[in-house]
């Protein structure tokens, strides 16, 4: 079943610099029936786990969290890039190969004590879900897993995320 999926990743060299193979969902996202097993599969890893909302990072993220929360029964929140959302937000910052960039989230968007999925396309150093991570915890949500659908083993962004569980779909 994986083995499908994966096939439907498509490799993009030197994108969006020289020496970055960019692993593309788009071929994934559009074939109907890649994209409903991808669903399928994430989704029922969190069935009956109690997940009240699942936290999608922008812009891929908001794609697999928003399915994966319609199809567990959960909330979805945004995380996005600096002045993008519009009430008050908390922000948090990450390295980036070359300097630091941050993410927001709505100050309201979570409660105390709600179980969390955060969701991305992609797990590669771990700087950007580490962000989130910072961010969640910081509003006392208690994080039951970060979910992708591919990671990037060798770069060992799940280390970064501990102790929390990291789940991927693919691993390359
Ligand atoms: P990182 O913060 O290093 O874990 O990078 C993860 C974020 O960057 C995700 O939001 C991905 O969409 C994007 N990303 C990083 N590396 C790649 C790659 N090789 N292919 C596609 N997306 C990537």
Known sequence: MVEHLKKSIRDVPDFPKKGILFKDITTL????EMFQRMVDL????????????VVGIEARGFVVGAALAYKIGAGVVLVR????????????????????D???????AIKKGQNIVIA????????????VVELVK????????CAFIIELDELKGRKKLAPHPVFSLMKF
Do not use: F, W
């Open 29 to 32: 996202c559009k074939d109907p």
């Open 81 to 100: 890039k600096p002045g993008k959302l519009p009430h008050k937000t908390h922000k948090a910052s990450y390295t980036l190969e070359y300097g630091r």
């Open 138 to 145: 910081k509003m006392g949500g208690n994080i039951v897993e």
């Open 42 to 53: 994430l989704g029922h890893r969190y069935v009956g786990k109690k997940i009240d909302l």
């Open 102 to 108: 941050s993410l927001e989230i709505h100050q309201d």
């Open 120 to 131: 991305d396309d992609l797990l590669a150093t771990g700087g950007t879900a580490g962000a």
